[in-house]
Nanobody, 115 residues
């Protein structure tokens, strides 16, 4: 079993920054990949960024150059640094980790960007 807890969301003005955290506990040794998703009201969940255990990253085109995903393996935590935020980034942000054939989700953290 893996538990994921996101934090760091909040209300920010357009152009501002936030850093989200995803803390993992439980059978963390089985986690190789962590993904950040977001879901805006009335929209499907969207993959935002991915980071492998070795640090390889991938980003959605909509956030490239603005968001940076990183991880601290010693602290079992993955971060999503978000800069240049705009109202279209408003969503609930979730981290996800597949482990031993099971996909684990955190509870999500709300990010709201005001214009």
């Amino acid at each position: 079993q893996v538990q994921l807890v996101e934090s760091g969301g909040g209300l920010v003005q357009a152009g501002g920054s936030l850093r989200l955290s995803c803390a993992a506990s439980g059978s963390i040794f089985s986690i190789n990949l962590v993904r950040w998703y977001r879901q805006a009201p009335g929209s499907e969940r969207e993959l935002v960024a991915t980071i492998s255990k070795g640090g390889t990253t991938n980003y959605a085109d909509s956030v490239k150059g603005r968001f940076t995903v990183s991880r601290d393996n010693a602290k079992n935590t993955v971060f999503l640094q978000m800069t240049g935020l705009n109202p279209e980034d408003t969503a609930v942000y979730y981290c996800h980790a597949p482990a031993r054939g099971v996909g684990y989700w955190g509870q999500g953290t709300q990010v709201t960007v005001s214009s």
